[in-house]
């Protein structure tokens, strides 16, 4: 089967133009996950300031605006996104460097007390308590503490501290949770907030700063209501112009509503209704799903591309919504056609 | 219908729905939007910004979802994180120098989604819906400017509601339901149209969006459905109670605003049951009045069988030219 392009042409207006403060929300399922147009998000905002930066003009094609990203990973490793970034052609370690790329790692120590000197200083250690001692011995992790200083730094001191090494590197953060309630999505927004604001610093005129955050609904899931975190605290987060996927399984969507006099689990509930309240806020929604009838050989899923509830009407034309196929090849390529055309 | 009950139902309901759009004589203070993904009610929050607009009313929006402080909004409220007494304060306090100078401008408060409010895990305890709503029509202190302000209150249907903290209290859909004295719920045309077709069928009506509880899919509404290109606009199904306590029930139509210009002053919400793909006129309206030709009987054998004819203006007949 032929290569594809990187940016399949039926998406690259949904993938490279967001207007200021918009919101699109990608929804996936089990059998149809959002990798694959996470990574495209990722091409398409980078891979033109990285052709604009060696070979000045070398594509008309994307207005000319560059864009800067931040992308914060909840489910996957940064190992995972810079092994299928390369398969795209696209080096986010290097990107990473180049300061035109921040990766905000919030799988690896999500839950891991961090030692009392790298505690955010934003956050009163309610919640730590005695722990601290207890995880001194341990192998110190170079990401938290560059991360404090102003300098967007882990990436020129991860080589300073001993350990880890190379897959390290790029992370311009880790994130942790401590805490309950809003004070703990607080904190967790101010680590964001402050990488998108060395992000900011060095940024030109012209530059458009995306973020990325793939799967924060794990914080629901992983946190519950014990924790004070709902589908509310976790809504009022999101205040960026953001690129966020979300899972839409229906047993996350359509348990909601109490059948049969049972109510609803608590997971459940909140999942839906952060879902379907930031579908409400979004610009665009772009779905994807199993085919209908079932697998096919040369299909993949569907891809839907819908307005979301924070669509304006100022913008007659900007968005047309569609129902799209797609076939992920095994090179990883991805073809994107209608239905009828191959 | 007999023409002239209808005749009298649009002339009656059009001026209603003209009233409750453009707040004239605080025809309902507290208005619920029920929306959903398959129709949210931005284009009809558009319009009653127009319309404040025209009327020059100051308007406040309550943003729970908003970031941006749209076109036509006085004063902007961010409500992220901030308890129900903050928000009235805040209001209040927005609203200050506009009321200093006019004290008889109308007053627009809309919130833009109710829901964030409702679900909140850090509710306080006394929280209490009716009296928050009501802070903001009843002015507190005597000293306070009489001038009528009207609260639109969006609520998201689909997002489901996490179970209230006191097992006996009623829902807040209720309650919201209950308080209001207008209830506009929002359908899409297409959806309508769509569902019409499926009834004049008799067929199961369609679903859409979260109702086809298909994996995955979240929105169903889409411009292109088949065959209905040109339905665009919004439907509004309107409840409104009198004072009275007489309730009246309309669906209406409301067309997309690029059909008419931000400054025009003739209403352009159209009965639903007026729109003529929802309801298709049977046949040309020049019928109506004609009757079978009448055959003239005769008096005898071998007479009549002509067809008698009465002519009318629509006729043009010319005597001279034509002789019969």
Do not use: C
């Not at chain 2, 507290?30 to 129709?39: G, I, N, R, V, W």
């Amino acid at each position: 089967m032929p290569s594809q392009p990187p940016l399949p042409p039926l998406l690259t207006p949904y993938l490279s133009t967001f207007p200021q403060s918009s919101l699109t929300l990608v929804t996936s399922i089990l059998d149809a996950t959002g990798n694959w147009l996470v990574l495209r998000f990722l091409h398409a905002a980078l891979s033109t300031s990285a052709s604009s930066n060696t070979a000045f003009g070398a594509e008309g094609l994307h207005n000319g605006t560059k864009k800067k990203v931040v992308f914060v990973s909840f489910v996957r490793s940064w190992e995972f996104w810079r092994t299928e970034a390369k398969r795209l052609g696209l080096d986010l370690a290097r990107l990473a460097d180049k300061q035109q790329f921040a990766f905000i790692d919030g799988l690896s120590e999500l839950f891991y007390t961090p030692q009392a000197a790298h505690a955010t200083p934003g956050v009163s250690p309610a919640g730590l308590g005695s722990t601290p001692r207890a995880i001194l011995p341990l192998r110190s992790q170079p990401g938290a503490v560059p991360g404090r200083l102003p300098a967007p730094a882990s990436t020129t001191e991860g080589g300073s501290t001993a350990t880890p090494g190379q897959a390290e590197l790029g992370i311009a953060r880790k994130l942790h949770l401590y805490g309950r309630g809003t004070a703990a999505l607080d904190a967790l927004e101010k680590d964001i907030v402050s990488v998108i604001d060395q992000q900011r610093a060095s940024m030109a005129e012209d530059e458009e700063l995306l973020l990325i955050v793939d799967q924060p609904d794990l914080l629901l899931a992983a946190t519950g209501p014990s924790m004070g975190i709902g589908a509310t605290e976790m809504a009022e987060w999101h205040v960026h112009a953001t690129v966020l996927t979300l899972a839409a399984d229906s047993p996350l969507i359509h348990n909601a509503s109490t059948s049969g006099g049972h109510p609803a689990p608590p997971i459940e509930t909140e999942h839906a209704a952060f879902t379907i309240g930031l579908a409400h806020r979004a610009r665009s929604v772009l779905q994807l799903r199993n085919l209908e009838t079932g697998a096919a050989r040369d299909v993949s899923g569907v891809l839907r591309i819908s307005r979301g509830g924070g669509w304006s009407t100022g913008e007659e034309d900007g968005l047309e919504e569609k129902d799209v196929l797609y076939f992920i090849q095994r090179d990883g390529g991805v073809r994107v056609f209608g239905r009828g055309e191959s | 219908m007999a023409p002239v009950t209808l005749s009298h139902r649009r002339t009656h309901n059009l001026l209603l729905i003209s009233k409750l759009l453009s707040l004239r004589d605080s025809a309902s203070p507290l208005t619920l939007l029920l929306d959903s993904l398959e129709q949210p009610a931005t284009p009809l929050i558009q319009e009653y910004l127009r319309r404040a607009k025209l009327s020059k009313a100051h308007v406040t929006l309550i943003a729970f979802e908003t970031l941006k402080q749209p076109e036509g909004v006085d004063a902007f409220v961010s409500a992220r994180r901030k308890s129900a007494g903050d928000i009235f304060k805040e209001v209040g306090a927005a609203y200050q120098p506009a009321a200093a100078t006019n004290p008889s401008r109308r007053h627009l408060i809309i919130i833009d989604s109710i829901n964030p409010l409702l679900n909140s895990k850090r509710a306080d305890p006394g929280f209490h819906l009716p009296s928050f709503l009501s802070s903001f029509l009843a002015p507190t202190s005597p000293s306070a400017p009489k001038a009528g302000a009207s609260l639109v209150v969006t609520y998201h249907q689909d997002v489901p509601e996490t179970p209230p903290q006191n097992p006996y209290s009623p829902a807040p859909l209720s309650v919201l339901t209950y308080l209001a004295t207008s209830i506009i719920t929002l359908h899409s045309f297409a959806h309508i149209l769509a569902q019409k077709a499926a009834r004049d069928r008799s067929l199961a009506a369609p679903v859409f969006g979260l109702d086809e509880e298909q994996d995955g899919v979240l929105l169903g509404r889409s411009d292109k459905l088949v065959g209905t290109r040109t339905a665009e606009g919004i439907v509004l199904e309107l409840e409104h109670r009198r004072k009275s306590g007489r309730g009246v029930l309309e669906w209406y139509l409301l067309p997309p605003e690029s059909r008419y210009s931000p400054q025009q002053v003739k209403e352009v919400v159209t009965l639903l049951d007026d729109n003529p793909l929802y309801n298709p006129p049977t046949e040309p309206d020049r019928d109506a009045g004609d009757e079978e030709p009448a055959i003239d009987q005769g008096d005898g054998p071998g007479e009549g069988g002509r067809i008698l004819y009465d002519m009318g203006e629509e006729d043009d007949f010319d005597e001279e030219e034509d002789e019969i």
